[in-house]
C-alpha cells in the first residue's frame, strides 16, 4: 500500500507544477495582454488625435475658402450694383436728352449726299472733329448692349476669381 500513496503523493506534485506552472503562464500572458491592451489604446489615442487634427485644418481650410468666396461674392455684386447704376443713370440722361451720343465721322471720307456739318461747338471736347449725333431710339440700343456686355464681363470675372479661389485650396 505504499506504492500508491507515493503514486498520489507524486501525481498530487505534478498536479500542484502544473497548476503553478498554468499560473504562471496566466499572470505572464495576461502582463503580455494588458500591454498590448494599452499599447493598443496608445495608437488608436494617437490616430484619433490625428484624425481630429487633420479634421480641423480641413475645417479651417473650408471656412478660409468660404470667406473668401464670401468677400468675391460681395465684390461681384457690388461691381454689378454699380454698372446697372451706372447704366440706369446715362438711360436716364438719354431719355431727357440731358446727354446725347454722337459717333466721330471720317472727315476725309464725305459720304455722298451726306451733309454733315465739319464745325464743332465751342464745348465739345474733340477739336475740330466731325461728329453725327445718333437718333436717341439707337443711342437707348447702344446702352442696352453695352449693359448686358458689361454685366457679362462682371458675371466671367466673378466666375474667374471662383475658380482662382477654388484652385488655391
Known sequence: MVAP????????????????AWQFQDWRYGQQLAEQARLHAEILNQLTEAAATAQQAEQDKRLALEQRLATSERTHYKELSDAQRDQDRLRD????????????????????????PTTSSAGGVDHATVRARLDPAHAQRIIAIT???????????????????????
Not at 500513496?5 to 503553478?20: N, P, R
Not at 459717333?103 to 455722298?112: G, R
Not at 466671367?156 to 471662383?162: I, K, P, S, V, W
Request: hydrophobic share 50%.
Open 147 to 169: 449693359d448686358t456686355g458689361d454685366r457679362g464681363l462682371i458675371a466671367l470675372h466673378a466666375c474667374q476669381d471662383y475658380i482662382n479661389a477654388l484652385s488655391r485650396q
Open 93 to 116: 440722361r438719354l431719355a431727357t436728352a440731358d446727354v446725347r451720343l454722337s459717333v466721330l465721322l471720317d472727315a476725309t471720307d464725305v459720304a455722298k449726299g451726306c451733309d454733315v
Open 5 to 20: 500513496w507515493k503514486a498520489v503523493g507524486f501525481l498530487a506534485m505534478v498536479l500542484g507544477g502544473f497548476g503553478s
